[in-house]
């Protein structure tokens, strides 16, 4: 399968009797860095569950090449966490390395290293203690990027990583990803804010029910595509 860490081929996947994508095709290619954007209701989220395997595709194929069925690692939307289970920053952070660790083996000390080191690395040294329902929203979302950083995974998928964060947030968490691609890992992340997308993103797939364009980003994001979208996702805005 070349250089694609993960194919769809004519992919389509639903909720019960909903169809939400349509005969998606295409490949993510190893060490890209790609945005998926498009209006409400398109079918981003449900693309991101099937490439996780939560959802199954009613049609097509979705196929991971190794490294992604074996080291791949989602950050999911901020509503999809219960924020009132009791349970620490810390721990919510070290669960990243749970591949690592198991469930039984505990952890050692290079793991606590890295559970510091994470937190520390996005601004949250000494939230450790704190239960996550005590957090705000941007600094979850910072706790959920140490997340990402303890499972090391070579595949990382994010689902709108920088809704409910400031600028300043949001800029240095698109560092740390930017940092992630410069690690030749396969970045993916639903993304609403386009100007965004434009500066920072080199690959871009642009869904409404189906994909209206997937390629470089000035290609898909034209007028007539962007309008294209609106257009099939009637009554939603981008
Ligand atoms: N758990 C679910 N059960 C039933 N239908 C669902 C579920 N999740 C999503 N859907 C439906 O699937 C379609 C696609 O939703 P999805 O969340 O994938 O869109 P999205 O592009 O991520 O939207 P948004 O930008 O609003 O987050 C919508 O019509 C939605 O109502």
Known sequence: MSNAVIELD???LGWRDRVAVRDVTGSFERGSLTAIVGPNGAG???LIKGIMGLVSPVRGRIRL??????????????????????????DLVAM???????????????????????LARVGLA????????????????????????????STLL?????????????????????????????????????DMVRSHFP?????????????????VLTNENLHLARHLCAGDYL
């Open 10 to 12: 004519q992919v389509c």
């Open 44 to 46: 981003k989220s449900t």
């Open 65 to 90: 090449g190794r490294e992604a069925s074996e080291q791949m690692a989602c950050l999911p939307q901020l509503g999809e966490l219960d924020r009132s289970f009791p349970v620490t920053t810390y």
């Open 96 to 118: 990243g390395a749970w591949k690592r660790t198991g469930a039984w083996k505990g952890y050692g000390d290079a793991e606590h290293d890295r559970v510091h080191a994470a």
């Open 126 to 153: 000494d939230f450790g203690p704190r239960i996550i329902g005590t957090l705000s929203g941007g600094q979850l979302q910072r706790a959920l990027f140490a997340r990402l950083m303890l499972h090391d995974a």
């Open 158 to 194: 994010l689902d709108e990583p920088f809704a409910a964060v400031d600028r300043h947030t949001t800029e240095e968490l698109m560092a740390l990803l930017e940092n992630w691609h410069g690690e030749g890992r396969t970045v993916i992340a639903v993304l609403h804010d386009l």
């Open 203 to 219: 690959q871009t797939l642009l869904m409404a029910g189906q994909a209206v364009a997937w390629g470089p980003t000035e290609q």
